[in-house]
């Protein structure tokens, strides 16, 4: 039987995705701040879950979860990073910018050096990391989040390289940018999002990513000609438009 970790696992892309884990016939230790839903989660699947409550924001307790985690497992053969925070803060307000850097920045940079430690002294393991389209270009309306997203895609494209190092071979990167998928973290957005994806088919779309071990995944697959319309936008463009 496999191990794998999701950090972030109580709603969302994070539970969906260990239900599909689950059923596929992995042990999976899940994370997040709410217990109660962690407690629900693994009532379910009582022989397959291990809880951890954790907030990853909180990077010395990140560490102090993750090296619980693999003691009891011993080997982890898949983490997936699904925490995340977003806010519409056009006004800049410090404290929604400061939560934003503390979980998107760094926590999620605390728990992806864990992980590729871990799988380079393993010599196997495959680190996901769930970025967003966010990590193309900037936006007026949440700085901070595109910000945050930017510096995720850059630092797993900087774990990938360094994998070269690793000379096994068997320790892969995957960044999945999904666009605006029905979840409660998008319910807290402006209306009308644009390409709205269900749920269940964007969790199906991320699960097939990451048994491909795909580099870069675009969440769903018609984002990719949004990003590279994004890249070669020039900034006087997106100033008008987004």
């Given at each position: 039987m496999k191990n794998a970790i999701v950090f972030g696992a109580t709603s969302g892309i994070g539970k969906s995705l260990t239900e599909i884990l689950?059923?596929?016939?992995?042990?999976?230790?899940?994370?997040?701040?709410?217990?109660?839903?962690?407690?629900?989660?693994?009532k379910r699947f009582p022989n397959q879950i291990l809880i951890k409550q954790n907030d990853i924001q909180d990077v010395k307790d990140v560490e102090k979860v993750f090296i619980e985690i693999v003691n009891k497992f011993k080997t982890i053969d898949l983490?997936?990073?699904?925490?995340?925070?977003?806010?519409?803060?056009?006004?800049l307000e410090?404290?929604?910018?400061?939560?934003?850097?503390?979980?998107?920045?760094?926590?999620?940079?605390?728990l992806y050096t864990l992980a590729y430690k871990l799988f380079?002294?393993?010599?196997?393991?495959?680190?996901?990391?769930?970025?967003?389209?966010?990590?193309?270009?900037?936006?007026?309306?949440?700085?901070?989040?595109?910000?945050?997203?930017?510096?995720?895609?850059?630092?797993?494209?900087?774990?990938?390289?360094?994998?070269?190092?690793?000379?096994?071979?068997?320790?892969?990167?995957?960044?999945?940018?999904?666009?605006?998928?029905?979840?409660?973290m998008a319910d807290t957005l402006e209306d009308g999002l644009f390409w709205l994806v269900p749920l269940e088919k964007a969790v199906k779309q991320m699960y097939v990513?990451?048994?491909?071990?795909?580099?870069?995944?675009?969440?769903?697959?018609?984002?990719?000609?949004?990003?590279?319309?994004?890249?070669?936008?020039?900034a006087w463009l997106l100033k008008r438009t987004l």
């Open positions: 689950v059923n596929e016939g992995y042990k999976v230790a899940i994370t997040g701040r709410r217990v109660e839903l962690l407690e629900e989660f693994k983490i997936i990073q699904s925490s995340g925070v977003v806010y519409i803060n056009p006004k410090w404290d929604k910018e400061e939560q934003s850097i503390n979980t998107n920045v760094l926590g999620v940079t605390k380079r002294k393993q010599q196997f393991g495959h680190l996901v990391g769930i970025s967003s389209i966010a990590s193309i270009r900037g936006n007026r309306s949440a700085p901070v989040y595109f910000a945050s997203k930017a510096y995720q895609k850059a630092y797993l494209e900087s774990l990938y390289i360094k994998t070269k190092s690793i000379k096994s071979n068997k320790v892969f990167i995957t960044d999945i940018r999904p666009g605006f998928v029905k979840t409660a990513a990451i048994k491909k071990k795909k580099r870069v995944a675009y969440v769903s697959k018609r984002w990719r000609f949004v990003a590279w319309v994004l890249r070669i936008a020039p």
